[in-house]
């Protein structure tokens, strides 16, 4: 009975702890693989020899992406995600979702069934953005939403050329971009927040992505003697900011989950403590899964900076750092999820994802959707990230019969 | 008639000028002359140079506050300020008092007048305290503040000690410490705020100087994915320091003028855009000339931290940065300063000083005010800093009117 299929925990423990070693940032759980260094090139080495050890077709393309197919024809059910993490990272961030798509075809292979569609399992170039902006770079290139010539040109923080570091680290591949499009694309993923341990819930069907607007605003006032300059004489760029960080919330809090906004960076030049500041530069990052509910929030911001910088004399000055259009995941392949949980004996809940992930770039070309296991105390990007390994084992499981669910589908 | 005396605004701006050109900051009408530096010892040479040229008794402590006194007998109506400027500091804080007050002597010498009482005129090292800490340093030793042998062993932010520095310049005198008590003291200074300017009058009577009370807090969250974690389930310190510099500008306002309330300094942590911030480091720096209402604002702050901390789930460490009480001059000499003004025809206004001055560390010995000049947009501390010749000469002849009145005071 297909059913009562399920993956080797420990296999898949043991693939991650090795995979880990990679890059290992010492006394931690914890690695750094930046995307296209000599860490990320010994991670894909090792992988793509575990691809190979399966059997599977090994393709790489021109932005680094690498798709290992299981012999046959057809647009196969895809899974994957990324292995390169940012500077101080954890264990499962990305990985999971590469290692439990390898383990998923290993299970099947060992239990003798060939499904009616071929299943497939890739990793995406820099899907962090750590060293080089924007991130998902590998899977949106993947799908078409940028062209090669344009990524390959790419600088990162540190100087260096994507196009160089892929020649460098020998992954510029000749597979052809856009990429093919799969059957059905579902990625396993940690939630990378709080929900799912706090309401005790197991498995998270992810139905969408938030939509997200980033903006740097840079506030000007008059620098002044905090001892010497009377309250009514200020125009104090720093109090614009405070105002600011506090109507966020109190937005936020009014529209209600899932808006969030948070002011993350705040810095005044030239922050000493007896003088007003001259500028503040602070960021706001505004999320919702309903577009119309994120615009809100965006343009009731912008009155509130411009009112209060104006009522204080200072002039303002804003640059979108980032802005993308929530994600819709396929409601069919939603249920798919749901299903394979509860069929499972796993609790699970409906949710959207509050973080960028390759799946909603699979999204724009083949019916999409994910698969979120529980964070340890909300925690990642850090090496303290941490999923049990009886919550791994459930993700695992529910990855591997969604696939067997999406590859018996009628319909395409 | 002593009444049509007036100083000689053209021979002032030249030493002004002169005294600039040491540590001028290139393309600027600044200097840097920090406390005890090379800069700062060229700068003493010229100016013991020109006390010398006026015939005056030059004596020079163990601090390195220097004193020019007229030959005579008895304590001296005294005048002066300090020539260490901060970094980027201007022409004016600190060498106007000090330069305006050879001018005095100058103007009585030229005019042949003994006055009843001997004039003397000082400058005090390490006022600003940008190089050293505590700032006023000199005059708080010459008035018994603190003993020579703590101030030598200070360490300074480069690493220099105090003893060491003056040995190096030449400027560790014998003259005995405490100082002798003159018979009153007065200082001429820029006002480095901009009140002056807005209600268009030329001199300020400064009856006090305001409380201090500098305060750094701490505050410890969870730092968090900001797309991921809900607002409810939060622990923002970022929050919180915005909080509080909201509450510390309605505070001000409600307790009025002049009490002020400024957040200067806010470090976030990390500091990314896409980061609910682990810590939160930021800086309170309230002040008032009366102390019990200073005492208020403190408290209310305590409480409203506290409570917004706890409310957010963040704990709170606080540690104080500095805390003087009020400084209260000495009506008469306030009342002279004021009628000196108004006799030579100067719109005058009493004020609370809202910086620090040498003045205050005179206060606890001798009866004292001070006179304040007008700061173009209130600016010091910055090349930028600039007062009218008009003004400038407005302030010097004040001083010298002032300083003649009480001379001539029959009571001591």
New interface residues.
């Given amino acids: 009975m297909e059913h009562d299929l399920s993956i080797n925990i420990d296999r898949l423990l043991g693939r991650l702890a090795e995979l880990a070693e990679i890059g290992a940032i010492e006394g931690t759980e914890g690695c750094a693989r930046l995307a296209l260094t000599d860490e990320d090139k010994a991670g894909r080495d090792l992988v793509v020899t575990w691809m190979t050890d399966l059997g599977l077709e090994v393709s790489v393309d021109g932005i680094g992406n690498v798709i290992a197919t299981m012999p046959g024809e057809g647009p196969p059910v895809m899974t994957g995600s990324h292995i390169d993490t940012v500077r101080t990272g954890g264990r499962y961030d990305g990985n999971l979702g590469v290692l439990a798509g390898l383990e998923v075809i290993e299970t099947i292979q060992a239990a003798g069934i060939t499904p009616a569609r071929r299943f497939a399992v890739g990793f995406f170039t820099d899907e962090e953005g750590s060293r080089f902006a924007p991130d998902m770079l590998g899977s949106l290139v993947y799908v078409g939403g940028m062209p090669l010539e344009e990524a390959l040109d790419i600088s990162g923080i540190d100087g260096a050329i994507v196009g160089e570091e892929l020649e460098r680290i020998g992954y510029a591949g000749s597979a052809p971009l856009p990429g093919p499009s799969p059957h059905s694309f579902v990625e396993l993923h940690i939630?990378?927040?709080?929900?799912l341990e706090?309401e005790d819930v197991t498995i998270g069907a992810v139905d969408g992505v938030?939509g997200?607007s980033?903006t740097?605003v840079e506030v000007v006032g008059?620098?002044?003697?905090?001892?010497?300059?009377?309250?009514?004489?200020r125009k104090?760029p720093?109090?614009v900011?405070?105002?600011c960080?506090?109507f966020a919330?109190e937005l936020?809090?009014e529209l209600g989950?899932?808006?969030?906004?948070?002011?993350?960076?705040?810095?005044?030049h030239p922050?000493?403590?007896?003088?007003?500041?001259a500028t503040a530069t602070f960021?706001v990052?505004l999320?919702n899964t309903d577009e119309a509910t994120l615009q809100e929030s965006e343009q009731r911001f912008a009155e509130f900076l411009e009112k209060t910088a104006s009522a204080e004399g200072c002039t303002v000055e804003t640059r979108t750092?980032a802005r993308f259009e929530p994600v819709i995941f396929d409601p069919a392949v939603v249920d798919i999820v749901e299903s394979a949980s509860s069929n499972l004996g796993y609790s699970v809940k409906r949710m959207p994802?509050?973080?960028?992930h390759d799946a909603q770039m699979f999204a724009r070309v083949c019916p999409t959707a994910m698969v979120f296991t529980p964070s340890v105390?909300?925690?990642?990007?850090?090496p303290a990230e941490y999923t049990s390994p009886e919550d791994l084992e459930a993700g695992a499981n529910v990855l591997l019969h969604t696939m067997l669910a999406l590859a018996n589908l009628e319909t395409t």
């Fill in positions: 939630e990378q927040g709080p929900v706090i938030q997200i980033w740097e008059q620098s002044n003697h905090a001892g010497t300059t009377p309250m009514g004489l104090d720093g109090f900011a405070a105002a960080a506090n919330r936020a809090l989950d899932p808006q969030v906004a948070t002011v993350g960076r705040i810095d005044l922050n000493l403590v007896n003088v007003v500041a960021t990052d999320r750092l994802s509050g973080a960028g105390n909300g925690i990642s990007h850090n």
